[in-house]
């Protein structure tokens, strides 16, 4: 049994599309359909039925996932596990933090501070993508991770250290047709199509998200490709005004109309039952000067 083959076989089954999960696999579309193929001959069955318009899971196919699935889940959990109680031996540390998040401004003065206040403990620091951080905090992927919530946000089983509340405005690009108004109405708004990321569980009460009958919304899968689009200067986004490119002046920012205000937190999320962690982290808020940030 190989089980890579049996994690190709899961990846497929929750997209039924080969030429995602080849991409997400970092295969190539012809060696995933050889894998899945001799896997199938290692079962003595199809897992799935395939033609020109769609894919679907046989009932074996069905069967594999129900018995792969937490199999898989377990194995990774396990390896995690292991890995923690490896780096805490270590005294190892590992930070993540939303990758947009300025490194001069925010990160490196937090890693900083954690190495004046715990001098004998190495970090691994990463960054992730906005909407991978509930799966980076349910996997124990980070000990701490610093990133952006909406006020009372709650994750189960950490604490939450705030930083600083962000209101959240209007970007557009340079060559965007807004760019010579001062202000934006909610009319403007009404009229474009809005940016938003794919998934996005924000804005939950009456805010600007769900209040406004917008031309169109376009779903992007990360702040990269928010960028991107933003350049073809017939759309804009909302976000915190708190990210690496606030300082690029292809740029502009608006408020958003009083009445559709939007916030947001930058905050430390740590397990709560690690009280000296949480101690440490509350201790870095306290000394922590973000006065220079360019909000």
Request: with cysteine; proline share 4%; glycine share 2%.
């Amino acid at each position: 049994m190989d089980y890579r083959r049996i994690v190709y076989f899961l990846n497929t089954a929750e997209t039924l599309n080969f030429s995602k999960s080849a991409s997400q696999l970092c295969i190539t579309p012809q060696a995933l359909s050889r894998q899945i193929s001799l896997l199938e001959e290692e079962l003595g069955d199809k897992l799935f039925n395939r033609n020109t318009r769609k894919v679907e899971l046989t009932e074996t196919g069905h069967l594999c996932v129900e018995k792969f699935a937490p199999i898989k889940k377990l194995l990774e959990s396990s390896y995690s596990d292991v890995k923690n109680e490896i780096q805490k031996k270590k005294n190892i540390l590992k930070l993540g933090f939303l990758n947009a998040l300025p490194k001069s401004e925010i990160i490196l003065p937090i890693i900083n501070l954690i190495q004046t206040f715990r001098p004998e403990t190495e970090l691994d620091v990463s960054s992730f993508d906005i909407m991978d951080i509930v799966d980076a905090l349910l996997s124990n992927a980070f000990d701490f991770v610093i990133t952006l919530t909406e006020p009372g946000e709650e994750f189960a089983g950490f604490a939450s250290v705030k930083l600083l509340d962000v209101d959240a405005k209007a970007v557009i690009s340079m060559r965007h047709p807004w760019v010579t108004k001062d202000k934006l109405t909610v009319e403007d708004l009404e009229s474009e199509v809005i940016l938003q990321l794919r998934g996005d569980k924000h804005f939950k009460g009456k805010t600007v998200y769900n209040s406004i009958n917008w031309k169109g919304i376009y779903y992007v899968e990360n702040f990269d490709s928010m960028l991107i689009n933003l350049e073809n200067a017939n759309c804009f986004a909302i976000v915190p005004p708190l990210f690496e490119y606030k300082k690029e002046a292809k740029y502009k920012y608006f408020d958003l109309p009083k009445e559709y205000a939007v916030s947001f937190q930058l905050v430390i999320l740590v397990p709560d039952t690690n009280d000296s962690l949480v101690h440490l982290i509350q201790h870095i808020s306290n000394e922590l000067d973000l006065s220079k940030l360019h909000i």
